[in-house]
């Protein structure tokens, strides 16, 4: 695979007001971390700290620093001699990451039901629905939709962990979010009835939620990540070479 910083866009250009500002590993990591997950930066492909470094007008430094952060996070792996790259899972790693993800947001979602969801933790859930039921009223579901239900989806989730305060959790199901994500963009994949089934496990997890139905609750969340969980492993077996399964 070509090095990524072939085919990558020109230097920042910093006007004189910027001068003195400097992007932080944060910003850079920021930036990389959505490429990686929107599929911009597939499975494999290498990331060159001098492309990063020209691209975002700054040193190596900073740079490094922000894929060293990635690396944590699992999205990158670091080797001697190749430097950083896009990290490649496997479709057993992928499948794992959704039994993980079932047994924890199932935990949450019933903590969360039981002891009581907040009130703006019920008013975000509910823009959430009423940005996706929006789209899918219109009966199509194009790129740019795509993005938004994609970032609907993950806030709704994200709002049911910020809901119990568990630092710990938020970070283990972050990574775990992330996997099928960079295992082959699987967002591409999703096409109107996917997107209309899985709003469908939303409404039945949020009515669970604010009826404080603990187990229902917990039951829909499962279920909801079980059958996302099959989705991804029809989808990468047919679809994706270089996520291969355990021999």
Same mark, same amino acid.
């Given at each position: 695979?070509?090095?990524? $910083? ?13 001068? &003195? ?14 490429? !990686? ?8 492909? /290498? ?10 007008? #700054?040193?190596? *430094? ?9 690396? @944590? ?32 947001? $199932?935990?949450?979602? @019933? ?9 703006? $933790? ?8 009423? =940005?996706?039921?929006? !789209?899918?009223? @219109?009966?199509?579901?194009?790129? *740019? ?13 994200? #709002? ?11 970070? !283990? %199901?972050? #990574?775990?979010?992330?996997?099928? %994500? =960079?295992?082959?963009? =699987? ?15 939303? /409404?039945? +997890?949020?009515?669970? +939620?604010?009826?404080?139905? &603990? ?9 909801? %990540? ?22």
């Amino acid at each position: 695979m070509n090095p990524v $910083g072939a085919t990558q866009p020109a230097p920042v250009r910093r006007s004189e007001a910027d001068e &003195g500002k400097r992007i932080s590993p944060l910003q850079i990591a920021e930036a990389i971390r959505t490429r !990686i997950l929107k599929g911009s930066l597939p499975a494999g492909s /290498h990331l060159l700290e001098a492309s990063f470094a020209a691209e975002f007008g #700054t040193s190596r *430094t900073p740079v490094r620093t922000a894929l060293a952060l990635l690396a @944590r996070e699992s999205l990158v792996t670091f080797a001697p001699n190749r430097g950083y790259e896009v990290r490649r899972f496997t479709l057993e790693q992928t499948m794992q990451a959704y039994d993980i993800r079932g047994a924890l947001e $199932g935990m949450a979602v @019933r903590m969360v039901a039981e002891t009581g969801i907040s009130p703006e $933790g019920a008013r975000q859930m509910k823009a959430c629905l009423d =940005v996706v039921d929006s !789209i899918l009223a @219109r009966g199509q579901l194009n790129v *740019t939709e795509q993005g938004s239900w994609r970032e609907m989806n993950i806030l709704f989730h994200a #709002t049911i962990e910020r809901e119990l305060g568990n630092q710990f959790l938020d970070e !283990i %199901l972050q #990574t775990m979010r992330n996997v099928p %994500l =960079v295992a082959n963009a =699987v967002i591409q994949w999703y096409d109107f009835d996917t997107v209309y089934r899985y709003q469908s496990d939303h /409404h039945r +997890i949020f009515d669970a +939620i604010v009826r404080r139905q &603990g187990s229902r609750a917990e039951a829909a969340m499962r279920e909801h %990540l079980y059958s996302a969980r099959e989705f991804v492993r029809s989808m990468l077996e047919d679809r994706a070479p270089n996520v291969r399964p355990k021999a």
